[in-house]
C-alpha cells in the first residue's frame, strides 16, 4: 500500500471519529470525552497537513481552494454563532462544500498513484 492511500485512509478514519465523537445530549453538552474529541482534532490537522504536502506539486489549484474552504468553514462556525437564520444557513452551506471537498482531496489521494505512473510513462 502507498503512502498515498494511508493518508487517505488516515483522512477517512479522521473524518469518521469527527462524526462519530460530535454527539451531544439534549442540553448540548458532548457526549465523548474532551481529550478524545482533542485527538480526534490532531489527527484531522496531521491528515490536513499530510495531504496538503503531498498534494501541493501535483494539483496545486486544487489544494489551495481547500485551505480556503478550511479557513472559511472554521471562521464562520467560531466567530458567527448567533441566532440568524442566514448565518445558519452560511454555516450549513460551509459544511456541505466541506464534506465535498474533503473527500474529493481523499479521492485525488487514491488515484496519486496512477497520476505517477501515468506521468513516469
Same mark, same amino acid.
Given at each position: ?34 481529550? %478524545? &474529541?482533542? @485527538?480526534?482534532? *490532531?489527527?484531522?490537522?496531521? !491528515? $490536513? #497537513?499530510?495531504? +496538503?504536502?503531498? =498534494? ?33 444557513? %452560511? &454555516?450549513? @452551506?460551509?459544511? *456541505?462544500?466541506?464534506?465535498? !471537498? $474533503? #473527500?474529493?482531496? +481523499?479521492?485525488? =489521494? ?12
Amino acid at each position: 500500500m502507498s503512502k498515498y492511500k494511508k493518508i487517505a485512509i488516515l483522512g477517512i478514519v479522521s473524518y469518521i471519529l469527527t462524526v462519530a465523537l460530535s454527539g451531544q445530549d439534549l442540553e448540548g453538552n458532548l457526549l465523548a470525552p474532551i481529550w %478524545l &474529541i482533542a @485527538i480526534s482534532g *490532531i489527527i484531522r490537522l496531521i !491528515f $490536513y #497537513f499530510l495531504s +496538503v504536502s503531498v =498534494l501541493w506539486k501535483v494539483a496545486k489549484r486544487d489544494v489551495s481552494i481547500f485551505l480556503i474552504i478550511i479557513i472559511l468553514s472554521v471562521g464562520v462556525q467560531q466567530f458567527y454563532q448567533s441566532e440568524n437564520s442566514l448565518i445558519n444557513i %452560511l &454555516i450549513n @452551506i460551509t459544511k *456541505i462544500v466541506e464534506f465535498l !471537498f $474533503y #473527500f474529493y482531496i +481523499v479521492f485525488l =489521494l487514491f488515484s496519486f498513484n496512477k497520476q505517477l505512473k501515468t506521468e513516469v510513462k
